[in-house]
């Protein structure tokens, strides 16, 4: 006789992809969101760069924003409208030296940085020990710390203002630990009028408790003692890894919750950082009124303020601005951002 198979429909539940909020449910502000693009051809390592600058925005950044050589700058400024975007950070290199413009969306201001020095993530890493970086790191935004801008410059101020809006505000009284993982730090020296951008990652360790305890917490696996007379040489041997390290008081904090299942609330835990990358030099040389066009409100090279930005041949950014410039009134109705 013929056998008759008995098949068996198959249901593929979709796939629904959560949808970003708009607005903080707590403070009720809007979420700054960010495009991370180039403008016109990068060498591979900015390239890198670019692709690190995206991941350190997340989780409010399109990750695999995708560009054509006939994207202008109003394609992406379409497109940003429907979808949120707040700021604009904007990688160029000219014959002299790369440049970083961090722009806000619609109608600017816009800062141009000259970039001196980079490092890449994965050069910060391979510089390192013991690398560290775990998988739901990028899950929340990075906390911004700025030092030395304080000096009371308006074109400081500006730049205050710029890198404070480009994250979400949180607030300290509702803030949960777990959510702070990673920090940006900016910090500029008034002497260089440098501004040295890092990158680092955060975490958590108990004072007055041995790595080997803090291990066996963490992992959940029972210790190799074969070799140990009894279990109290488990934790009292000393020259493993860091546990003879001092906790500095200055670097230790009391928790308000808990916070993992060896940092507990209303005990001690020193605060480590480690630099995941990338790393950057950056010279504020322009700040202009509108997005990549408009009225010069700071120039580092002593230009005057309020003139309008030409091209003079002089400052080997203008290449890219008056670029810019013509993207802004030329039509781009046929041209697309995938």
């Known amino acids: 006789m013929a056998r ?16 970003q909020p708009s607005v903080d449910h707590i403070t009720g502000d809007k979420i700054p969101k960010s495009f991370v ?21 997340l989780p409010y950044t399109a990750l695999n924003l995708k560009e054509k050589k006939r994207n202008s700058l109003k394609d992406f400024l379409n497109v940003a409208g429907p979808m949120g975007v707040t700021h604009f950070l904007i990688l160029s290199k000219t ?52 030092s ?22 949180i607030d300290i009284n509702t803030v949960k630990l777990s959510s702070c993982q990673r920090i940006v730090l900016l910090n500029y020296n008034k002497d260089t009028k440098l501004i040295d951008f890092r990158h680092y990652s955060i975490r958590l360790q108990p ?6 305890v803090r291990k066996f917490v963490q992992n959940h696996q029972f210790p190799d003692l074969r070799n140990l007379q009894d279990v109290s040489d488990f934790i009292t041997k000393a020259g493993y890894g860091s546990e003879s390290e001092a906790d500095e008081e200055a670097a230790t904090v009391t928790l308000s919750s808990d916070l993992g299942r060896v940092n507990r609330a209303s005990t001690k835990s020193a605060v480590k950082l480690q630099e995941i990358g990338p790393r950057m030099t950056l010279e504020l040389i322009k700040i202009e009124e509108g997005l990549c066009s408009g009225g010069v409100i700071f120039s580092a090279y002593g230009n005057g303020e309020g003139k309008k930005t030409q091209d003079n041949g002089t400052d080997p950014e203008n290449e890219d601005a008056d670029a810019d410039q013509e993207d802004m009134g030329e039509g781009g109705e046929d041209d697309e951002v995938d």
């Open 4 to 19: 008759f198979r008995n098949k068996k429909k198959v249901f593929v539940k979709p796939v629904v992809k959560k949808k």
């Open 37 to 57: 693009f180039a403008r016109g051809k990068l060498p591979g390592p900015l390239r890198q760069l670019q692709m690190d600058l995206r991941k350190l925005m």
């Open 95 to 146: 014959a002299t030296s790369p440049y970083l413009r961090v722009g806000r969306t619609p109608q600017g201001p816009t800062l141009t940085f000259k970039i001196h020095e980079y490092s890449l993530a994965t050069d910060v890493a391979q510089s390192q020990l013991r690398p560290r970086c775990p998988q739901d790191l990028f899950k929340n935004s990075p906390l911004i710390v700025l």
């Open 148 to 169: 030395g801008f304080g000096t009371g410059d308006q074109h400081l101020k500006l730049t205050t203002i710029m890198f404070q809006n480009i994250f979400p505000a």
């Open 207 to 212: 004072v007055g408790v041995s790595r080997r």
